[in-house]
């Protein structure tokens, strides 16, 4: 449970995720929706907090530290939104590349962003990084949240 008083601001996006889940819900309240083949699957909040707190604690493992840029190439997908949550709570930044731009486009923001590590989110997205990033400058992490995995 939070020490945050009531009146007090929260600090970041990732410090109101955890009052909402800990003094406005439940962390066993339902937070996101999404359909995985087909299905609809559902994570409470505290899976989100739970995944984030993962996908930091391994950021930190791999040497990632505190003001380090991730360049996120994905799609609109819960995974999004728990790896922003978990490059916050570490004080990392995220630089947003929108799938839809060109790989020119694309390569420019990387570059021009100072982003030592890349998020990608799918398959396809995958085929377009070495038109991106330069090749030699690509480590793949490989990360599950629960189900899911980037």
């Given amino acids: 449970m939070s020490n945050l008083k009531k009146t007090e601001a929260p600090a970041s996006l990732h410090h109101l995720l955890r009052i909402a889940a800990h003094q406005i819900h439940s962390p066993e309240r339902e937070y996101l929706s999404f359909k995985k083949d087909g299905k609809w699957e559902t994570l409470t909040y505290g899976q ?42 570490i004080g990392c930044v995220n630089v947003s590349i929108y799938p839809t731009l060109s790989d020119d486009e694309a390569a420019f923001i990387y570059q021009d962003s100072g982003s030592t590590a890349i998020i990608v989110g799918n398959h396809f997205l995958l085929k377009r990084i070495h038109f991106i990033v330069p090749f030699h400058t690509i480590t793949v992490i490989k990360f599950h949240f629960g189900n899911l995995e980037i």
């Fill in 48 to 89: 989100v907090l739970e995944d984030a707190r993962a996908f930091s604690a391994h950021l930190l493992h791999l040497g990632f530290e505190k003001g380090d840029r991730f360049a996120f190439l994905t799609d609109n997908h819960p995974y999004f939104f728990i790896a922003d949550q978990g490059l916050q709570q």
